[in-house]
């Protein structure tokens, strides 16, 4: 990634380089438009990717996310890395490799980290997003609060990029897909592009 001492494939995350390389491009062309908002962040992959291009447009990224894990980052689940747990609470805590990862790549400035649950983190942003790009809870429940809370909010010609997009349910779970069905149904969005599981969609005027 231009300008950052840190490759984000080296931070602990979800994201291919192709899906990174496409965020950068869309944080990029949609920094001018308002700031953009990541729904995720986990310990900050994505982050650094959207960073990037906001840096190189001028803008800024709000990065959300309670950072105590999704369903399958608890104890016992799929994706659990002990790791990341607090040693003091014994509960996922990802907030401190988190800021590291931002201290590290030298991104403090361009990063604004959230943190707080999604819905209530749109109830305090009052003005329109360039980007949305949704990567937090994967149940239906989450994914559809996401959707609601931040569909409305992003710009006119602005974008809303969903991660684990997987048309067939038998590449990954339905949630996901289901809010970018949702949001092509919408009548606010069409949708224009895609990157690996990344899947992309403009506000319409
Ligand atoms: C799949 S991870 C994000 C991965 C990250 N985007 C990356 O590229 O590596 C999902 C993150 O969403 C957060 N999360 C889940 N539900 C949330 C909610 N309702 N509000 C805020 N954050 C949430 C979790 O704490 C977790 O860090």
Not at 41 to 67: C, K, N, P, Q
Not at 127 to 151: M, N, P, Q, S, Y
Request: glycine share 12%; hydrophobic share 40%.
């Amino acid at each position: 990634v231009t300008g950052s001492p840190v490759d984000p494939q080296s931070v602990k995350g979800f994201l291919s380089s192709e899906e990174g390389a496409a965020l950068t491009d869309l944080a990029r062309a949609c920094a001018p438009l308002g700031p953009v908002v990541e729904i995720g962040s986990y310990v900050g992959r994505s982050t650094l990717y959207l960073a990037a291009g906001a840096r190189e447009a001028g803008g800024v990224v709000i990065a959300v996310d309670h950072h105590r894990g999704s369903e399958e980052h608890q104890p016992g689940e799929a994706w659990h890395d002990p790791e990341l747990v607090d040693p003091e609470t014994g509960r996922v805590n990802t907030l401190p490799a988190f800021l590291e990862t931002l201290e590290r790549a030298g991104a403090r400035d361009v990063v604004q980290p959230v943190v707080a649950r999604s819905p209530d983190a749109a109830r305090a942003f009052a003005g329109e997003a360039g980007l949305v790009f949704i990567d937090g809870g994967h149940a239906l429940r989450t994914a559809l609060a996401d959707w609601r809370a931040w569909g409305p909010k992003v710009a006119p010609a602005g974008v809303l990029a969903i991660h684990d997009v997987f048309p067939d349910a038998r590449d990954g779970g339905r949630p996901p897909h289901e809010i970018w069905l949702r949001a092509k149904a919408s009548g606010l969005f069409d949708p224009v592009g895609g990157a690996g599981s990344l899947m992309w969609l403009r506000r319409v005027g």
